[in-house]
């Protein structure tokens, strides 16, 4: 007899859960977009929120549930803001100690994404078996000799193929800098 009561309280949590997140979803998403700059990270910081409330065992019981929400919010900001402050703190105390490392910025990342699609591109143009070798020694990290039991062939054919595609890209001017 016991077992529906839980089923029916179960059923109204999910209720009262659902009712608040159609009702303060968007709200919080904007509060936090015109705060973090980013719709994505707003959407992540809301699910976030709506976690830590699900988790709390007396939902239903919250006087103010607007209150415990924006209250969240203004906590789970403050969390991001300490954990960035103590992010660059480490990064230019490492930088500090190691003065040779890069940064590693978004510019950098996107002319490494180019660079890698142009030399994906013209490694179209090669042959299967130089490609594929060169792709699985440059980019899987795969040692010359397990290539070579892969295809069934000598560690010497391995690195001619390997040979052939790095002459083929230098031929076509596509190297890093």
Known sequence: ??????????????RFLQQLSERYRQPLIAYFQR??????????LTQEVFLRLVRRLDVQTLDKPEAFLFTTAVNLLRDRFRRGQT???????????????????????FDSRQHLAKVIEALEQLDERSRDAFILHRLEGMKHAQIAELYGVSVSSVEKYIIKALA??????IQRE
């Open 168 to 173: 083929f890209l230098a031929e076509r001017s």
């Open 87 to 109: 992010q660059r703190s480490h990064l230019a105390e490492v930088g500090l100690q190691q003065p040779g490392i890069e940064e590693l910025s978004p510019e950098r990342v």
């Open 1 to 14: 007899m016991d077992q529906p009561a839980e089923i029916s309280d179960d059923g109204e949590r999910e």
């Open 35 to 44: 705060r973090v700059n980013s719709r994505s990270e707003a959407e992540d």
